[in-house]
């Protein structure tokens, strides 16, 4: 398939990225995760100069294509052209993980209502699911102070991430790393289902069950039998074909 990526300047690598990152930003407007053009997914594109991919900003998830994300370095300035602006407050929360974790190729944040409903109780994320036993294998905690447009909240970001692949921000929403865009993108859908499913446990009004803690540590090796090792690649495929059918255009 021809896209308006072809170019000389432009690594089969950065083009394969792009169409990952922009297949990403679709499903987000697919399942309703966005939020008019308020969050943010980013991806880091191999080599020295530590540029990443992130969306232009005023542009709806459901339009973004390959050929319009913005490529910026770690200051945020803009290495492409394009007549939209960065979202400031994206731009401290992603190059902060970028920077601080080499395995964080893509980090995804969002403001579903399930996910800021959540991150506003006390108790946080409760073990009484089996998707909240994956998620809690790997979560981290960051308390609220504004929307991120301080530099001086980078190291408090990093440090309650660490090297969690899921981060509750409190008040706030939900932020999941991986090393692919289908990576993070399967944690974020971990993450929102157990969220919600939370919320619908908590309505029932009765007592909850927790999962014992031993299950939980355990989770990680069951993960790797349940997707044959592949982690998020087992899904994307399946997911790209549904956005050619329902949402095409990403790839342009």
């Given amino acids: 398939m021809t896209t308006q990526l072809e170019s000389d300047t432009i690594s089969d690598a950065e083009v394969g990225l792009r169409i990952d990152l922009a297949a990403g930003y679709r499903l987000l407007a697919l399942y309703g995760w966005d939020d008019l053009v308020f969050t943010h997914i980013s991806v880091r594109i191999p080599g020295p100069e530590h540029h990443f991919l992130i969306n232009p900003y005023g542009m709806f998830f459901e339009e973004i294509t390959a050929s319009s994300l913005i490529k910026v370095d770690l ?73 991120a447009l301080r530099d001086d909240e980078k190291p408090r970001l990093v440090a309650d991430i660490g090297t969690a692949l899921n981060l ?50 355990g989770v990680k090796a069951n993960l ?18 549904k956005l050619d059918r329902d949402l095409p255009g990403y790839r342009d």
């Fill in 75 to 147: 200051e945020g300035n803009k290495v492409s052209q394009s007549p939209y602006p960065v979202n400031p407050a994206g731009f401290v929360i992603h190059s902060a993980i970028h920077t601080a974790r080499e395995d964080a190729q893509c980090v995804l944040h969002t403001h579903t209502p399930a996910g800021v409903a959540v991150s506003a109780q006390a108790g946080g994320v409760l073990p009484i699911s089996q998707q909240a036993s994956v998620a809690l294998a790997s979560i981290g905690y960051h308390d609220y102070e504004g929307i």
């Fill in 168 to 217: 509750v921000l409190r008040n706030h929403g939900l932020l999941t790393v991986g090393s692919t865009v289908a990576e993070a993108f399967l944690n974020m859908y971990n993450l929102v289902k157990t969220c919600e499913i939370q919320l619908l446990a908590q309505s029932g009004g009765g007592e909850l069950v927790e999962i014992n803690p031993l299950i939980i540590d």
């Fill in 224 to 241: 790797d039998a349940v997707t044959n090792g592949m982690g998020g690649d087992l899904a994307w495929p399946g997911l790209l074909r």
